[in-house]
């Protein structure tokens, strides 16, 4: 059976990383429908993160305890995978809330500090997760049908 967690980590990836783009470019040049954009981007991306965690576990555990070809290896990788796409889901599950209540928090300077902190941890964690995944891929060979 082929891997289904590929195919649904592409769309959550893109899209939080388009609401830190968007983000950026609203405070750059104060386009009201780049931050509307930003945050389409973030509660879409945060839904699309469910998919993606639940495939992710569903072929982990297919793949790291297979009876036949057990990857002891790979549990280490695995686990700190998994901890950095559920520590996704909290940092930009709290964006979302901060940003479903506030709609006006870029226009205010003291409180969109956290605000865009939350958001720039959520794209550093992006990046290590997917970093995370390209080790367990290309590296360890896991999900990779020999």
């Not at 750059?28 to 993160?49: F, K, M, N, Q, V």
């Not at 902190?117 to 290309?138: D, E, F, K, R």
Request: net charge positive.
């Amino acid at each position: 059976m082929s891997p289904l967690h590929p195919f649904t980590v592409h769309l959550p990836i893109g899209l939080l990383i388009g609401n830190a783009i968007m983000t950026a470019l609203y405070l750059w040049r104060g386009d009201r429908s780049l931050e509307t954009a930003a945050y389409h981007c973030l509660w879409l991306g945060w839904l699309l993160l469910l998919p993606a965690v639940v495939t992710g576990t569903i072929d982990a555990a297919r793949q790291v305890f297979d009876p036949l070809r057990p990857r002891d290896d790979a549990l280490v990788w695995v686990n700190a995978h998994a901890l950095a796409g559920v520590a996704i889901m909290v940092v930009y599950w709290q964006a979302w809330q901060v940003r479903r209540r506030n709609p006006a928090i870029l226009d205010d300077a003291g409180a969109r500090r956290s605000y865009l902190a939350l958001l720039t941890l959520g794209a550093m964690l992006v990046v290590l997760t997917g970093w995370l995944g390209g080790q367990l891929v290309y590296s360890l060979r896991l999900g990779i049908e020999l």
